[in-house]
């Protein structure tokens, strides 16, 4: 195992997609401490940066230390290993994601699993915005693996999400799953507005409050929500499909008890 501890409280944004098991495999120590990153406008090394110990341990592979918030795209493009995260950690944090595991003792900087494809992200804190979502402007959404937060998340999550889990214990702000094909996000409290807003497919289950756009139309009461092969949810739940704006088939699970101000769409059934 290697294990990373930053040397000081840094101030200024650092690029770090060079911190992934790939990178640091059959490499010395003294090859890994020469390894690039950028810290603002200069070029520097890892051994700049952190005080680099190596251990016996196999996992995980890696293991990083202190307030890293300002340091960016850790984890990038990782196939395999597992990297662990003792504090919070920066933006593009598992970018690219195809496998292997992160887990963040701490909470995640923005964008956070954009572009993932397989493996787990593991978040004991909160969530940036735009996690599992792709750049603005373009519609390269999360198509695997699975994302867990035990706190509270940012705005526009889930964003033209085609695959995998996103698993909130807390709320979610506004936008949760925008434009969304498929795969399924469970927000076990609150959400913002707009949940689900354009969505073509996949599933939104919420726990706690929510909006529900007018383009969604009831379809039915269920008495739980089956989220994916490890998680099911009792409810009663109120069913909605859309977004018909987008002629959409995507279905968002409302928890009835937790919603009585939507008891009014019963009529419709």
């Known amino acids: 195992m290697i294990t990373l501890t930053a040397l000081r409280e840094f101030s200024v944004p650092i690029q770090a997609p060079c911190i992934t098991p790939e990178n640091f495999k059959d490499k010395t120590l003294a090859e890994i401490k020469k390894l690039p990153a950028t810290e603002g406008n200069r070029n520097v090394t890892l051994a700049d940066l952190f005080k680099i110990e190596q251990s016996p341990q196999e996992t995980p592979n890696i293991t990083l230390n202190g307030d890293l918030s300002k340091v960016k795209r850790v984890g990038q493009a990782m196939k395999t290993g597992e990297i662990v995260i003792n504090g919070n950690i920066g933006m593009h944090t598992g970018e690219k994601m195809a496998g292997g595991k992160i887990t963040i003792n701490g909470n995640a900087g923005c964008w956070t699993g954009s572009e993932m494809k397989k493996g787990t992200i593991e978040i004991h804190g909160d969530?940036?915005?735009?996690?599992?979502?792709?750049?603005?402007?373009?519609?390269?959404?999360?198509?695997?693996?699975?994302?867990?937060?035990?706190?509270?998340?940012?705005?526009?999550?889930g964003c033209h999400l085609k695959g995998g889990i996103i698993k909130i214990k807390g709320s979610a702000g506004r936008f949760i799953g925008y434009h969304m094909t498929d795969g399924a996000i469970y927000v076990e409290k609150d959400c913002d507005v707009r949940t689900g807003a354009c969505m073509s497919g996949g599933k939104i289950v919420v726990g706690g409050t929510l909006e529900i756009l007018p383009s969604f139309t009831i379809d039915s009461i269920k008495p739980k929500v089956k989220v994916d092969d490890t998680t099911n949810v009792a409810?009663?739940?109120?069913?909605?499909?859309?977004?018909?704006?987008?002629?959409?088939t995507g279905k968002i699970f409302a928890n009835k008890t937790a919603n009585p101000a939507l008891q009014f769409y019963e009529k419709y059934l």
């Open 127 to 157: 969530g940036g915005d735009y996690l599992a979502s792709p750049y603005r402007g373009n519609d390269l959404g999360m198509k695997g693996g699975l994302i867990t937060v035990d706190g509270n998340v940012g705005t526009d999550v």
């Open 235 to 248: 409810g009663p739940f109120y069913v909605f499909l859309g977004d018909r704006s987008e002629h959409g």
